[in-house]
């Protein structure tokens, strides 16, 4: 059996990545402080409680999995924290990656899937962004994302860490049969606030912000299905497997799409009213972020099935009513 460490695996992109693993054939070790995790969502192999900072459990775990690559999920992910905590972005996903990647090296797993971000770009005006789009992040999260990056081509060169970096865009949905879905706390996602809006869980959400330069004044975000999304690391996974070196994905759709066409999706999914009120802008938002992912296609053979916003907000919602257990 292929054990793979899966760092986050028990957040909500990692826990649909280890039931793809697992589908795939592989063994997903979760690596998990559950600081925002849950270990209720470890559904697909075994758990290791530890933090990535944490160098002595880490080699205890690569010694005891002997894990044929990594799948690094582990992060804080709240551009507002990050704008008023960076300290925390830099340590926790900085020193900590670092500390993983150090790690996984020493242990002779050289093979490394990365979790990056759009946030890397930053403010591009009405361009669909590449993976050679310059790089100018607004947010000590972004900026943290980059530097680890960084990191991995230094590895590469010295250490022949051979690694994928998935850039993604807006993550939504959840897995169909509503084993996993998404459950942050505190919540600050655009899909799961509408949602729990929609349902009476909130008072109603606010739209950050009316003033921006798109056609409605709302930002537009690159929305793509977790489902599909996981499916690309697997296929990043089997790309390294085949030595086919380090490369860059941004994984998005090409389409964008506004806050008030997403509200105006959801309103059609669910056959209610989305409750709202109009807000200030959020510090660390960029207007619009849009991705080509031709190259996903093209080299990782990667089709996002899943990912239309009717899809996307159906899946969410089944799990919202159906799936979520920690209600
Ligand atoms: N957004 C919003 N109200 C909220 C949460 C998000 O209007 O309560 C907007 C946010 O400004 C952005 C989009 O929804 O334009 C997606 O935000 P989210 O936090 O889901 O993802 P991000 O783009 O920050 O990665």
Redesign the pocket.
Known sequence: MTHILVTGGAGYIGSHACKALAQAGYVPVTYDNLVTGWQDAVKFGPFEQGDLLDRARLDEVFAKYQPAAVMHFAALSQ?GEAMSEPGKYWSNNVTGSLTLIQAAVDAGCLDFVFSSTCATYGEHDNVVLDEASPQYPLNAYGASKRAIEDILRDFESAHDLNHVIFRYF?VAGADPEAEVGEFHQPE???VP?MLDAIDGKRDG?????TDYDTPDGT?I?DYVHVCDLVDAHVLGLKWLEAGKGSRVFNLGTGSGFS?MEVIEHSKIVTNRVVPYSIGPR?TG?CTRLVSGSIRAEDELGWKPERSTLETMITDAWRWHQNGNYRK
Not at 205 to 209: A, H, Q
């Open positions: 551009v807006n600050t996602h655009l606030l959400l606010t739209v950050f912000g930002c975000r806050v959020r938002d």
